[in-house]
């Protein structure tokens, strides 16, 4: 089976750096997706991981280990607009389960 | 433009009462999926296909019904709603890697 842990909720400062981790388990491993989701909306691609390393695009970088099951997302330069809830995703040998997401609060 | 469409964007039914929930999209996927999403709970898989002709239960396939006759389209079907599957709803489309989502149903069954 697959299991996808993240933070619940986490608060960061505007104009700062904040880390989101993810740990998973997973019946083989075909990649790792961060998606991020505004309430009520659907589910945008942000990143994708499949080798291990930091994958950078713009002010959002994705890391992986797949040795350790681990993966963070770091958001940096905060904005208002980045408050929403990261999804955690893994692909394995069963279809994209999702965490169960990370609501992120950005206060001035 | 590339993207996932799903109709109604929102929808209030009495129990019972069969409804669908429709998606279609126009970037010639083989992969298509049904989520549904609750507070605390996340985007829990439905069914999924993975061509035409091709469907499989996900996590939570019970009071669901999907069909894949055409590779564009991916229907959802309740056939007798019951309040608990009030939910929001997303169908997603994927090639490679990296899921396009529509834009969700919101559906309340009173």
């Known amino acids: 089976g697959q299991n996808i842990d993240q933070p619940t909720e986490m608060t960061a400062t505007e104009g700062a750096i904040v880390q989101i981790n993810c740990t998973y388990q997973t019946s083989g491993f075909n990649g790792l997706f961060w998606y991020q989701q505004h309430a009520g909306e659907a589910p945008t691609f942000l990143s994708y991981n499949v080798l291990d390393g930091l994958e950078e695009k713009g002010r959002f970088s994705s890391f992986l280990s797949r040795s350790k099951g681990y993966s963070y997302l770091l958001l940096k330069e905060l904005q208002m607009k980045d408050s929403a809830s990261y999804l955690c995703a893994v692909s394995g040998n069963t279809p994209l389960v999702f965490g169960k997401g990370t609501r992120l609060s950005v206060i001035a | 433009e590339a993207q996932v469409t799903q109709n109604p964007r929102y929808l209030i039914t009495v129990t019972g009462k069969k409804l669908t929930v429709t998606c279609s999209q126009n970037?010639?996927?083989?992969?298509m999926s049904w989520y549904r999403q609750d507070p605390g709970l996340g985007l829990r898989q439905i069914y999924y296909?993975?061509?035409?002709?091709?469907?499989d239960k996900g996590d939570v396939p019970e009071g669901y019904k999907v069909s894949r006759k055409e590779k564009r389209n991916f229907p959802l079907i309740l056939e007798s709603p019951s309040p608990n599957q009030t939910s929001l709803y997303f169908c997603a489309s994927s090639f490679n890697y990296g899921y396009t989502f529509g834009s969700g149903t919101r559906l309340t069954v009173v």
């Open positions: 296909s993975m061509n035409v002709e091709v469907t």
């Open positions: 970037m010639n996927h083989e992969y």
